[in-house]
């Protein structure tokens, strides 16, 4: 190597070194960082929050309220009906016939008349509910000619007396009978019924052969 190349090498080897010094000082002025890795953590099941379940309420059930006296009017008017249809049926299972009247005594039960085949006129006590007979049958001494007249509304009555209570007890739902009875009005065979109506009674007239409603007031 001659002497003029070692001259020029030995003047490159400062150069080179402040070149280095100065990208090391301008890297550190920049505030740059290296870039670093992300790293991605994933939670277990047993770590995820639990969601707070939800709060329902429940309305607290509601108490029944009684019941109106319409309805409880209704109530006994028809329980007063079904008990005159078991004491209708209690009296002929008694002696065998047709039912020509039944009457509410004070005391709560029936007193039931049953007209027979024999054109005889027997009578029978039965308890309030209906189905127990208390007493009779029992006939009773009537003369030929009220015999004959019995016998005569019965052959012409299409209607028993149970059907006419029914009738009577859609004409009066809130009514409590008082008395059923076999009859002849203007000519006409029906069943006049009396209804009580808390202090008044109402009269309930049927043709014993069509059911229509003939007469439906307040006495």
């Given at each position: ?9 030995f ?27 992300t ?6 099941p ?8 939800p ?20 109530t006994?008017?028809s ?5 005159l249809a078991?004491?209708a049926?209690?009296?002929q299972?008694?002696?065998e016939g ?8 004070d005391?709560?039960t029936?007193?039931?008349?049953v ?11 039965i ?12 006939e009773?001494?009537l ?5 004959q ?9 299409k209607?028993?007396v ?12 809130q009514?409590l009978?008082?008395e ?13 019924a ?16 069509t ?9």
């Amino acid at each position: 190597m001659t002497p003029a190349i070692r001259a020029r090498r030995f003047h490159l080897l400062p150069a080179l070194t402040m070149v280095g010094v100065a990208a090391l000082a301008l890297a550190g002025c920049s505030g740059q960082t290296p870039p670093q890795s992300t790293v991605t953590v994933t939670a277990t099941p047993s770590q995820l929050p639990v969601p707070e379940s939800p709060t329902i309420s429940t309305p607290a059930p509601s108490t029944p309220t009684a019941g109106s006296s319409q309805d409880t009017g209704a109530t006994a008017a028809s329980t007063r009906y079904a008990a005159l249809a078991k004491a209708a049926q209690s009296a002929q299972s008694a002696i065998e016939g047709t039912v020509t009247s039944i009457e509410s005594k004070d005391a709560g039960t029936w007193e039931v008349s049953v007209f027979t085949k024999q054109d005889t006129e027997h009578e029978v006590h039965i308890s309030a509910d209906g189905t127990t007979v208390l007493s009779g049958p029992s006939e009773q001494r009537l003369g030929s000619n009220v015999l004959q007249r019995y016998r005569s509304l019965v052959d012409s009555a299409k209607i028993d007396v149970i059907a006419a209570a029914q009738m009577v007890e859609k004409e009066s739902p809130q009514g409590l009978i008082d008395e059923l009875d076999l009859d002849s009005w203007r000519g006409t065979t029906t069943w006049e019924a009396e209804v009580k109506e808390d202090s008044q009674t109402r009269e309930i007239y049927l043709d014993a052969m069509t059911g229509a409603v003939l007469k439906n007031e307040l006495d």
